[in-house]
């Protein structure tokens, strides 16, 4: 098992441009989240899943879009880039129940210039 | 809303020299989550505390979950170099559920070999 993959691990996007990060997971959970984690702020939720074409909006969603059309993938979208989303975005999932570990991905580096 | 603190943000220690972080909720929680990141890394589920007053050890580390369900904290007995991370804690957010949750900004510590 992969456990959860993150694509791409590193971008440079101008101001104004747009990316999609993708998410994949095989444990087939039903829960799936994307962070931002900034120095100083910890791991803030972006948006997140609960299930196959669910989206709900987390803590910080301003500038930012998702779909999960698929139970295995999570995609992050951001229509036009701003300096103050250069973070590093980390999905996660969740099989549900009493257990709530949440996997993470290995992370993804984003500087918008 | 809900807010989940850490202290102290920093913790540099000798090795062979104890540690301990400590995590505050604003809130009544039904559950704990600590989760160690590795420099570079992303976070990795440590443990969940659940029962009022609860201790549990892996190998040199310790939690606790306070008696009113509000604190935790993690202990590290003897620290070595491989101990050297962020650790956050996080609790459900908004109530019991445990498919979202707010994590604390984090406890950076650094060994000195």
């Known amino acids: 098992n992969a456990g959860v993959t993150q694509t791409p691990k590193f971008r440079v996007l101008k101001t104004g441009q747009s990316m999609t990060l993708l998410c994949a997971q095989d444990?087939?959970?039903?829960?799936m989240y994307w962070y931002r984690q900034d120095p100083g702020m910890g791991l803030r939720l972006i948006h997140y899943?609960?299930?196959?074409?669910?989206?709900a909006k987390g803590e910080v969603p301003d500038g930012y879009n998702v779909s999960r059309l698929k139970k295995q993938n999570f995609l992050l979208g951001l229509e036009s880039a701003a300096p103050s989303q250069t973070s590093v975005y980390f999905c996660?999932?969740?099989?549900?129940?009493?257990?709530?570990?949440?996997?993470f991905g290995p992370g993804t580096r984003l500087t918008v210039t | 809303g809900q807010q989940v603190m850490q202290i102290p943000q920093y913790q540099h220690v000798q090795e062979g020299e104890d540690f301990t972080t400590y995590c505050n909720s604003s809130?009544?929680?039904?559950?704990i989550q600590w989760y160690k990141q590795r420099p570079g890394g992303h976070p990795v589920f440590l443990i969940q505390l659940v029962k009022s007053g609860e201790v549990k050890k892996q190998k040199r580390l310790t939690f606790q979950f306070g008696e009113a369900k509000k604190n935790s904290s993690l202990h590290i007995t003897a620290t070595q170099t491989t101990d050297v991370g962020t650790y956050f804690c996080a609790g459900p957010r908004g109530g019991g559920s445990n498919y979202k949750l707010t994590f604390g900004k984090g406890t950076l510590l650094t060994v000195n070999p």
């Open positions: 996660a999932s969740n099989g549900g129940g009493s257990a709530g570990e949440q996997y």
């Open positions: 444990m087939n959970h039903e829960y």
């Open positions: 899943s609960v299930g196959e074409g669910t989206t």
């Open positions: 809130t009544t929680l039904s559950n």
